[in-house]
Each structure stands twice: as C-alpha cells, then as structure tokens.
C-alpha cells in the first residue's frame, strides 16, 4: 500500500472525545473489530446500533442490538428498513469471513464469502442510503459510511463469474470481495454525493474472521490465530487508532478516500478505474438479481 500524503487530518486522543449525540450504526458490530469500535464509541457517548447474529454486550450503555444473519440479501433489504438511517451520523460495514477452502453457497444460492463479505453491503446501501441522515438538525458534516476491506492492496474481482460457479478458489473469491468492497468505495462516492464513503483497511488483527478458512482442521485455525495475536495490534488497539478518523472535520472533503490500520491515508489499487470499479458494480448488480431476484437495488 502506498500512503496519500496529501490526506492530512489532526489527531486526537479517543480518550479526549465527547461523542454525545453522535448516532452510529455498525453492521457487523457484534464481534471482533466492529465490536471494539462500537464499544470504545460506546463508551465516548455514542448512542451505537450494533447488526450482527450474536449479541454480547448485554447491559451496556448506549448500544442497542439487531439481531439478522447478514449472508441473506433479504435480511440486509429489512436491516436497512430497521436502521434509524434519518438521523444516523456514522453508518460502518464491517461484517466479514474468509473464503472456505470449498465453495459454500448460502440459503439463497450466492457464494458464501462474497454475500457475508461483500454483496450484503451493497444492498443495504441501496436500499439506506437514500434516507440516511436526512433528519439531522444541523449537521456539522455529512452523513459518513465507512467500508471495512482491504483497499489499496491491488486486488481484482472476477467478474465473469462473482458467484464462482464456473470455478472455485477460496483466495480467488475472497480477492473479489475485497475488490468488491473497494470498488463500492469508489462508486458510492459518485452516486451519492450528499454522503460522505472511505475505505478501512485494518490489516492483521486476531478475531474469528477467518475461522471459515481452515474449514475441518481446527488445530490449524488456532494456532495461526495465535501467531496472528501475538505478532498484530489487538482489536481495541485499532479502534483507539480509527474512532478519531471516523469523526474528524480533517477528512470531510476526502470522499472516496481509504485508510491503513494506523488511520493513514492510502492511495487507492492502481488498477481501480472508475470504469473497473463500474463493472464490478454493475456485473455485481446483475449477479443478485439473477440469484435472489425481487430483492430492491
């Protein structure tokens, strides 16, 4: 990755912020590196809605819990209808998995990795983003949507076969999710100019994202887990780096920007046109509506 050095923002301490009144939601906040931003904005005064399967922050101030399994586009198509887009201020996407070393295929018919890591994003953007933050009283900023990938690492996506029907290779798709997401980036940024879109690249942390990877061989998962734990930063580490990011004034014209895990500006891949990032987009599109049709983009 290389770094934007003409993206500069102050940095403060997340010890220092008051995020009262500040309202977030954070699809896929119920474990790892979703979890810890919304517990540290959480604790800050933010008023956070967390999305995901498994709630563990039972009686904790100012989180509220919806519980869906987000490998359904039907349920991000009623996530979005649950959300209280009107007056959200932050809306950040950070469910995700790694690509099983076989081709898992969810209820609907779509390629594991790409619905939970990818497509899910994309419908319930289509379906919010035209009411978010329409009902903040006066609002010093835009409303903001943070997407959690790997962007600026260069990836493409398959686009002559998103759902791996044809053929299968577990770096193969998860590689087009992280396309996918970065190229939604880069398209939200276009398509809705009244919102502000940047990318997160979190590099390594330890969590259960990549429990799928190792599929049977559980000895395997948790000894790289523990490698990965001791060599990377925890989780609450970068969310203490990101959570100042995600509400500084210094970023509010950089629509369409990414940044590293130490909330460095990165350039985007070399290779992410906008007419790339259009195809995936649009051959994404395509993919949804021939797999699980009638669902609203």
């Known amino acids: 990755m290389k770094h934007d050095k003409s993206i500069q923002w102050e940095r403060v301490s997340s010890e220092q912020l008051d995020l009262s009144g500040t309202r977030v939601a954070v699809v896929g906040g119920t474990g790892g590196l979703g979890r810890a931003l919304s517990r540290l904005m959480a604790s800050r005064g933010a008023a956070v809605t ?15 819990f919806v519980q869906a399994d987000l490998s359904l586009m039907g349920e991000a198509v009623r996530v979005a209808g649950l959300l209280p887009a009107e007056n959200l201020d932050l809306l950040v996407l950070t469910t995700g998995i790694f ?16 619905a939970v890591s990818y497509l899910n994003r994309l419908v319930l953007l289509r379906n919010l983003a035209p009411r978010l933050g329409k009902t ?7 409303p903001r949507v943070f997407i959690m990938g790997f962007p600026g690492t260069g990836q493409t996506a398959k686009i002559d076969d998103l759902n791996f029907e044809k053929s299968y290779s577990s770096m193969s798709a998860h590689m087009s999710t992280v ?23 979190p590099g390594l942390h330890k969590t259960n994202i990549r429990s799928n990877m190792a599929g049977a061989n559980r000895f395997r998962y948790g000894a790289m887990e523990w490698v990965i734990g001791v060599l990377t930063p925890s989780v609450e580490s970068y ?36 007419d790339h990032a259009k195809s995936i987009i649009d051959s994404s599109e395509k993919l949804i509506a021939r797999v699980t049709p009638g669902i609203p983009l």
């Open 179 to 201: 396309a996918g997401n970065e190229a939604l980036v880069r398209d939200s940024a276009q398509r809705y100019p009244e919102i502000n879109f940047y990318g997160l690249n």
């Open 50 to 64: 967390v999305v995901g399967q498994t709630f563990r922050d039972f009686g904790s101030a100012n989180i509220d």
């Open 136 to 142: 903040r009283q006066e609002p010093a900023t835009k």
């Open 99 to 114: 690509a099983a070393p076989q081709r898992q295929q969810t209820a609907e018919g779509l390629e594991r990795d790409m």
């Open 239 to 274: 969310a203490e780096h990101i959570v100042p990011l995600l509400v500084s004034p210094g970023i509010e014209s950089h629509s369409g920007s990414m940044f590293d895990q130490k909330a460095r500006a990165i350039m985007p891949s070399s290779g992410m046109t906008p």
